[in-house]
């Protein structure tokens, strides 16, 4: 046990507990909107879809049906602009975390190997260096870290858990720059269907690579998009050099998805109506929430996409903490995704109308 505690941080949603318990006692109960999971229903196409194809006695495939690649190439086409997408350019996961976990050691990364990721950001980025025993260190602008050494660059736009968004110029150049200096990308755009002041863009676009997908690799997920966290669905695009040693890797390990969850990946990706239902519902509780944390003397910076408002009230977010858990508010404290986080608290749109509700009256 003290090897794996040696290799990995302590897990810090523990260090919530009390403050939990705190705003549980609230007489009205709980509001937590501590972590982006959803709670609203899985859409109807995409239950049907998985309840059809239940009888999967057989194993399946790590790559996925070919079906399932088709939808997956037709949704980077339509939604990412990219161009000329095959099947050799697509790979379905189990859930983007454990792609994040696990790919630098899938990489064959290790000691003397660096990984580099966003100053703030979502922890398993350094979960998945440590298990690997890489390096690992923050940027603020990638283009200035040292490239020796360096084998796997990370990006999130829209940020986890600022919402920050990088412009297609930004994108441009550091895309350019890992190219420059033989330094593979992976940008993490799970959020990227989920802009509110800004419009997304994913590092697939041709304004960004110029047609090329060398060295780069986009992730998304269909957990926030289609209610599917519970469903483990995810996909990476990109670079075919990367991609297929990957799904050789993944294959001898037994990485696939369920047969049932593929045929409902096929529904989600093939339909947008559902996911504009459900930015709609997204869109009012956060402007119902910005508005109360506003008037209640927060500061809100970035956040023009994803699910959470990035606040502050200039003070220790633990103290930020005890203080709305006192109204029965739960979020997350900002230092779990970095000391720059000291004071910032993350509030997640994920909860449901009653409570968003709630929230807006204690504050």
């Given at each position: 046990?003290?090897?794996?505690?040696?290799?990995?941080?302590?897990?810090?949603?523990?260090?919530l507990?009390?403050?939990?318990?705190?705003?549980?006692?609230?007489?009205?109960?709980?509001?937590?909107?501590?972590?982006?999971?959803?709670?609203?229903?899985?859409?109807?196409?995409?239950?049907?879809?998985?309840?059809?194809?239940?009888?999967?006695?057989?194993?399946?495939?790590?790559?996925?049906?070919?079906?399932?690649?088709?939808?997956?190439?037709?949704?980077?086409e339509?939604?990412?602009?990219?161009?000329?997408?095959?099947?050799?350019?697509?790979?379905?996961?189990?859930?983007?975390?454990?792609?994040v976990?696990?790919?630098?050691?899938?990489?064959?990364?290790?000691?003397?190997?660096?990984?580099?990721?966003?100053?703030?950001?979502?922890?398993?980025y350094?979960?998945?260096?440590?298990?690997?025993?890489?390096?690992?260190?923050?940027?603020?602008?990638?283009?200035?870290l040292?490239?020796?050494?360096?084998?796997?660059?990370w990006?999130?736009?829209?940020?986890?858990?600022?919402?920050?968004?990088?412009?297609?110029?930004?994108?441009?150049?550091i895309?350019?720059?890992?190219?420059?200096?033989?330094?593979?990308?992976?940008?993490?755009?799970?959020?990227?269907?989920?802009?509110?002041?800004?419009?997304?863009?994913?590092?697939?676009?041709?304004?960004?690579?110029?047609?090329?997908?060398?060295?780069?690799?986009?992730?998304?997920?269909?957990?926030?998009?289609?209610?599917?966290?519970?469903?483990?669905?995810?996909?990476?695009?990109?670079?075919?050099?990367?991609?297929?040693?990957?799904?050789?890797?993944?294959?001898?390990?037994?990485?696939?998805?369920?047969?049932?969850?593929?045929?409902?990946?096929?529904?989600?990706?093939?339909?947008?109506?559902?996911?504009?239902v459900?930015?709609?519902?997204?869109?009012?509780?956060?402007?119902?929430?910005?508005?109360?944390?506003?008037?209640?003397?927060?500061?809100?910076?970035?956040?023009?996409?994803?699910?959470?408002?990035?606040?502050?009230?200039?003070?220790?977010?633990?103290?930020t903490?005890?203080h709305?858990?006192?109204?029965?508010?739960?979020?997350?404290?900002?230092?779990?995704?970095?000391?720059?986080?000291?004071?910032?608290?993350?509030?997640?749109l994920?909860?449901?109308?009653?409570?968003?509700?709630?929230?807006v009256?204690?504050?």
């Open positions: 046990m003290s090897a794996v505690s040696d290799r990995l941080p302590a897990f810090p949603w523990d260090k507990t009390p403050f939990k318990a705190t705003a549980a006692a609230h007489p009205d109960g709980i509001v937590d909107l501590s972590v982006g999971t959803p709670v609203d229903p899985v859409p109807e196409l995409i239950q049907k879809a998985l309840v059809d194809a239940a009888d999967s006695p057989g194993y399946p495939t790590v790559w996925g049906t070919p079906e399932l690649r088709d939808a997956i190439t037709g949704w980077v339509r939604r990412l602009g990219a161009h000329d997408v095959t099947h050799r350019h697509v790979l379905p996961i189990v859930g983007s975390k454990e792609l976990a696990w790919l630098p050691t899938q990489l064959g990364l290790g000691p003397g190997d660096r990984v580099a990721y966003p100053r703030l950001a979502y922890p398993t350094e979960v998945g260096a440590r298990l690997a025993r890489a390096e690992y260190e923050v940027y603020d602008d990638p283009t200035e040292d490239p020796e050494g360096l084998k796997l660059l990006l999130n736009s829209p940020s986890n858990p600022t919402g920050k968004v990088l412009s297609k110029a930004d994108l441009t150049r895309v350019a720059w890992a190219r420059e200096h033989g330094v593979l990308l992976f940008s993490d755009e799970c959020y990227l269907e989920l802009g509110w002041e800004a419009d997304p863009v994913s590092v697939l676009h041709p304004d960004v690579n110029g047609g090329s997908y060398d060295g780069i690799v986009s992730v998304h997920s269909l957990s926030k998009r289609s209610n599917l966290a519970g469903y483990r669905a995810a996909f990476l695009a990109g670079d075919p050099a990367v991609l297929s040693p990957l799904l050789e890797i993944r294959k001898h390990g037994g990485m696939m998805t369920s047969a049932p969850t593929q045929a409902a990946v096929v529904a989600a990706l093939s339909d947008d109506d559902h996911v504009r459900q930015r709609e519902r997204y869109a009012s509780r956060r402007a119902l929430l910005r508005e109360a944390l506003l008037s209640h003397g927060f500061r809100i910076e970035h956040s023009e996409a994803s699910l959470y408002l990035w606040a502050t009230r200039g003070e220790s977010c633990w103290d903490v005890a709305l858990a006192e109204r029965g508010i739960l979020v997350a404290p900002g230092d779990f995704y970095g000391s720059a986080g000291a004071e910032f608290v993350r509030v997640a994920t909860a449901t109308d009653e409570r968003i509700a709630a929230a009256r204690r504050l």
